[in-house]
């Protein structure tokens, strides 16, 4: 993990947040690298769960809400965390994952009191700070974070920075059905960022008070679909779109079904697409069959009626949900951890070419001969019409092809003396490190294949 965290740093992925003001935990920004990245993982979800199906239709919902949609959600009185302090040091930390870490047993799902008994009755619960055993009560935390609108204090002007991207959807299901032409059984997807006061620091951006969630609620009516054969169908969709579309190796990938006492009291079933990261097996992509718990919810609260008409039945129903809910920051940390390869001389992110922040590089051999840079200019500027491409004249030839191969680029094209003579370049591949002699026009088409 630590080499990761070090390529990240180095080769413009993943920066500290606010570093050069000593840093604020759990809070990450992304480089030049890293954003592209972030963004072919973006796109490429949104077009598999969004354009390429005809059943679904996307939303971008406003992060900051209503308060009565957190009320109505739940999310004020339950969506809450336990913690601990350390007496001795005042090292705060969720107490199941303090648990967790100690004793490796899984314990979501346990009560305040159960957490607590199990921490002041086990002397090998040490604080990871301090090292004593000195712990203050377990307390409850809330994790959503309220926000104060406009220059009125008080209740009236309280609203919420969301949580989940969820409740957008929920809330806007009457707009999306009288406003677009879906029909049962149909999802609402969204792609935005969610907000949750977490107090367990580390592992990157595994965990973070700000992060972009990728959501699909997907309605239908259960006495005409079947919620068990929907949830598996949905199953394999997730699995294939991480093992195929991703490229991640299937044998880093588990399922892990909730039982009764961690499941939301509202879920018949939820399970979790758990990947093995650097620090363990840990919940990558959720999915839950959420029954019509939110839309009721929403409906009373709200005295609208959320209700349909299912044309099929004619019936009127409020429809029941099944969500797949994956964090895009915690798929970027899987992709990177998937990736990351040391070879004996070099270390290189065998990323899928589709998902590489930069399709291509290109070089002149030497940078102080300026008919070669010229060239190599004209490369990069027709390469990049096509696809993300990036220009390094710095340093020797061999410090560019490491440089790039941390970073991921499947292509490296060096302009050199031939080039001046008949027009061709060579084309390295980042994983066979193999070299080609090509023609400058034969470039982009063969690029183009390469990249599938
Ligand atoms: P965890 O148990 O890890 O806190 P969760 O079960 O609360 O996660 P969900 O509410 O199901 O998570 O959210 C859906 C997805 O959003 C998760 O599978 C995860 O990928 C992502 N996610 C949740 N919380 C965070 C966070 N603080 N930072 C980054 N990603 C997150």
Redesign the pocket.
């Known amino acids: 993990m630590e080499k990761i965290i070090a390529l990240c740093k180095r080769r413009g992925f993943i920066y500290p947040g606010s570093e050069i003001y000593g840093g604020l935990a759990?809070t990450y920004d992304y480089g030049p690298a890293g954003a592209e990245l972030l963004r072919n993982i973006r796109n490429l979800w949104w077009d598999n769960f969004v354009h390429k199906r005809d059943d679904v239709v996307g939303l971008d919902a406003s992060v900051i809400s209503h308060q009565e949609v957190w009320k109505a959600s739940g999310h004020t009185s339950g969506f809450a965390?336990a913690m601990i302090d350390c007496k001795n040091c005042k090292f705060r930390m969720r107490a199941d994952h303090l648990i967790e870490e100690k004793t490796k047993e899984k314990v979501?799902g346990k009560s305040i009191g159960e957490l607590e008994e199990i921490i002041k009755n086990n002397p090998k619960i040490t604080c990871p700070n301090c090292g004593k055993h000195n712990w203050t009560d377990v307390r409850k935390f809330n994790l959503l974070f309220p926000v104060n609108l406009g220059i009125v204090e008080g209740d009236q002007s309280l609203a919420y920075l969301r949580?989940?991207t969820a409740q957008g959807m929920f809330i806007n299901f009457k707009n999306v059905v009288d406003s677009s032409r879906v029909r049962l059984p149909f999802g609402i997807a969204q792609l935005g960022k969610?907000f949750?006061n977490?107090i367990t620091p580390g592992n990157s951006?595994?965990?973070?008070?700000?992060?972009?969630?990728g959501?699909i609620e997907y309605f239908f009516d259960p006495e005409i679909s079947n919620w068990e054969k929907l949830f598996e169908e949905w199953k394999k969709i997730m699995w294939d779109f991480i093992t195929k579309k991703l490229s991640i190796n299937g044998e880093n990938l588990r399922w892990r079904e909730h039982d009764e006492k961690e499941r939301s009291f509202y879920s018949k079933k939820t399970e979790?697409l758990e990947y093995k990261f650097p620090f363990g097996f840990?919940?990558?992509?959720?999915i839950?069959y959420r029954t019509n718990y939110d839309l009721t919810q929403h409906g009373k609260f709200s005295n609208k009626d959320l209700s349909i008409t299912d044309p099929q039945t004619n019936k009127k129903i409020i429809p029941h949900v099944i969500e797949p809910?994956?964090?895009?920051?915690?798929?970027l940390l899987m992709i990177l951890s998937d990736s990351y390869t040391e070879e004996k001389d070099r270390v290189v992110l065998k990323l899928n070419p589709k998902l590489a922040p930069y399709k291509a590089a290109v070089f002149p051999l030497l940078a102080n001969k300026p008919e070669l840079v010229e060239k190599a200019k004209k490369i990069y500027h027709d390469l990049r019409k096509n696809f993300v491409t990036v220009f390094d004249g710095r340093g020797n030839i061999g410090k560019r092809y490491f440089a790039q191969d941390e970073i991921g680029t499947p292509f490296c094209i060096t302009v050199d003396f031939e080039t001046l003579e008949n027009d061709t370049v060579t084309i390295r591949d980042r994983d066979s490190m193999k070299q080609e002699r090509v023609k400058i026009e034969d470039l982009i088409p063969q690029i183009v294949k390469k990249l599938g």
């Open positions: 759990n965390d979501e949580g989940e969610s949750r977490e951006v595994f965990r973070t008070l700000e992060f972009e969630q959501e979790d840990k919940e990558l992509w959720g839950a809910a994956v964090g895009i920051n915690r798929m």
